[in-house]
């Protein structure tokens, strides 16, 4: 059962272009969610987070929107830059779940000249 | 900062070895740390909760007596992959949770350990 779903395997954008990349989850009893990004070989590097009291977070070219209604957020990348092209992870916990996160499938960005 | 190392980066063993990944946060402490592992274009798969002082709680289906976790201090956690075998072979990540203001846990993660058994 996959409780976390992206569910476009991989973008294409060009540089200076808004990228967004899309995350739906199906367990109401997430209230926290994170994005993350991924080289090959390496771990995922944080990007950025939304507690589900809020419907927007921003930090700098990172905006994170969460629709509850529709359990569904989105990670907004603009201008988009040749070295954001990786794989985008978003992940999300719920409170008294011990910290765990539940990771999507992942979607590889590619952003282009 | 939150930084999180891993150590080796990678390793080559023969079957039926054992190997240690070592886990450390440099710069928070980490009551809770996490183990996870990645299949080739997959997503990360949690294998274990590991807590300082305590033992590590297992996801359904990972062997505990084959992956031994240790969490000796607030900022080292170690896996322990014992009598190792080919399907072992994976890339293993850890994750340190750091505590962010309001509360919210954020989970910084390692380079990750690339472990490949002949």
């Known amino acids: 059962d996959q409780q976390v779903k992206q569910n476009s395997p991989s973008l294409s954008v060009q540089e200076g272009r808004i990228s967004i990349l899309n995350c739906d989850y199906t367990n109401s009893m997430f209230d926290y969610f994170l994005w993350y990004k991924k080289y090959p070989a390496e771990g995922p590097t944080f990007l950025i987070s939304i507690s589900s009291i809020k419907d927007k977070n921003e930090d700098g070219r990172f905006t994170v929107f969460l629709n509850k209604s529709a359990k569904h957020l989105s990670l907004h990348i603009v201008p988009s830059q040749p070295g954001d092209s990786a794989v985008y992870f978003c992940?999300?916990?719920?409170?008294?779940?011990?910290?765990?996160?539940?990771f999507g499938t992942g979607t590889q960005l590619k952003v282009e000249l | 900062g939150a930084v999180v190392s891993q150590h080796p980066s990678w390793v080559i063993c023969k079957s039926g070895t054992s190997v240690k990944i070592e886990c450390r946060s440099l710069?928070?402490?980490?009551?809770?740390m996490f183990w996870y592992r990645q299949f080739p274009k997959q997503s990360l798969m949690l294998m274990a909760t590991s807590n300082e002082g305590s033992k590590a709680t297992y996801e359904q289906g990972v062997e505990k007596d084959k992956f031994l976790i240790n969490h000796a201090s607030l900022t080292l956690s170690t896996l322990t992959v014992t009598s190792a075998h080919p399907e072992d072979s994976s890339f293993y990540i850890c994750?340190?949770?750091?505590?962010?203001?309001?509360?919210?846990?954020?989970?910084?993660f390692g380079p990750g350990t690339r472990l490949t058994v002949l």
């Open positions: 710069d928070f402490q980490a009551t809770t």
């Open positions: 994750s340190a949770a750091k505590t962010g203001g309001g509360g919210t846990d954020t989970q910084y």
């Open positions: 992940a999300a916990s719920y409170t008294g779940g011990g910290n765990k996160l539940t």
